[in-house]
């Protein structure tokens, strides 16, 4: 089986950086990706993704990106549900991160990619802590 997915398009907004009760860092963003293709009325539209990243790649996401930057994602869809404050039940389909590369830089960090101390994504066999 494969569950595998590559997408390359731009935060919709700031990256939102949180911790589990156990410590664990997790960021969520939306990512905006084009279709390639234009609806009738010629213009081109997108699909927004919501994807999460784990660990010390989360840290840097949310430390090095911002809304408007390009980036590439490698992951897995994995989806969910929960029941929502009013009794109905909610489902949820999110990209999670094996692979975060920045293809963008601009003032938010004067700094290249190479140069942020341990940049590499946490890969473990272990469960997620959650």
Known sequence: MLNKVVLIGRLTKDPDLRYTTSG???TRFILAVNRSYTNQ???READFIPITVWRNAAENCAKYLQKGRLVAVAGRIQTG????TDG???YTTDV???EVQ???WG???EQRQDDIPGFELYESNEPLPF
């Open 24 to 26: 664990v860092p997790v």
């Open 41 to 43: 009325q010629g213009e």
């Open 81 to 84: 549900s929960y029941t929502a």
């Open 107 to 109: 003032n938010k960090q």
């Open 102 to 104: 920045f293809l963008e």
């Open 96 to 98: 999670v991160a094996d």
């Open 88 to 90: 109905s039940k909610r």
